[in-house]
């Protein structure tokens, strides 16, 4: 049976980097989005580059059912998933009190509740196996104290999916199995103006910026060596450590002069 990765949110962005650095390892792929057209040419394209068996799987992370769906699927296909990346994500641009229950559920169904499923579907096989790897993209804001603006529940979330990684390490590390945060900072990708804030990453100074690519290449190399936790660049690792240690209302007074928009 051959050994594939399962990438969510692969049709952009790190998802679509992290794709081509496994691709380039010659590591098979599953490729789910929900943007059809995209992920067709993506799986076609990566396939006949480099070799490998790639399929894709059309799905909205936001509905219930879609990962059951594809742990379905990849069974019914004899597809084999050693490495699962839980990628999908995006923020919603509006204070907290302005968004409704449907937003709001959507939002944690995405980025955690569908993390959680997955997970637990495929940690099932990994353990009959006592091997495997998971990769969940988390934020450099998982460490930051929450944001007052946009995107009020998108650190809280993302510091839920560092302690989900951590659980799981402690948990299956002896079987095994090893679970990768990795945690990003300010990465230029279509995120922002998909999620309606590009004018505030436009704000942000381009010494804390990141290209996906390099995102992805560290994210991938940490992955496979089981590292815990991942955080690309010097900076963001002083970063990382100072909101670990400092007050927070200090984290809060750097963070606005060195990203205005977050804490305003």
């Not at 450099?140 to 999916?161: C, D, E, N, R, S």
Request: contains cysteine.
């Amino acid at each position: 049976m051959s050994k594939y990765v399962l990438i969510t949110g692969a049709s952009a962005g790190i998802g679509h980097e992290i794709a081509k650095e496994f691709a380039a390892k010659k590591f098979n792929l599953i490729l789910v989005a929900r943007r059809e057209e995209r992920l067709s040419v993506i799986s076609k394209d990566l396939a006949k580059k480099y070799n490998i068996e790639a399929t894709y799987i059309v799905a909205d992370l936001s509905d219930p059912s879609s990962p059951q769906m594809i742990y379905n699927k990849t069974h019914a296909l004899g597809l084999n998933v050693e490495i699962l990346v839980n990628n999908a994500g995006y923020s919603i641009n509006k204070k907290f009190h302005s968004t409704d229950e449907l937003e709001e559920d959507n939002f944690l169904r995405v980025l955690g509740i569908s993390v959680i499923h997955l997970t637990k579907l495929y940690l099932k096989d990994m353990l009959s196996k006592n091997s495997g790897r998971i990769m969940n993209v988390s934020s450099l804001a998982a460490f930051a104290p929450p944001a007052t603006g946009w995107g009020a529940m998108y650190g809280p979330i993302k510091t839920f999916i560092n302690r989900f990684g951590d659980t799981i390490n402690i948990n299956y590390n002896s079987r095994g199995i090893t679970a990768t945060n990795v945690c990003p900072g300010f990465t230029v990708t279509e995120f922002h103006t998909a999620s309606g804030m590009q004018d505030a990453m436009d704000k942000v100074p381009a010494i804390m910026k990141h290209d996906s690519k390099y995102v992805a290449k560290g994210a991938v190399k940490a992955t496979l060596k089981g590292k815990q936790v991942w955080v690309p660049g010097l900076l963001n690792k002083t970063l990382a450590f100072i909101c670990n240690v400092f007050p927070s209302s200090l984290v809060i007074k750097l963070s606005s002069r060195l990203a205005g928009g977050r804490y305003e």
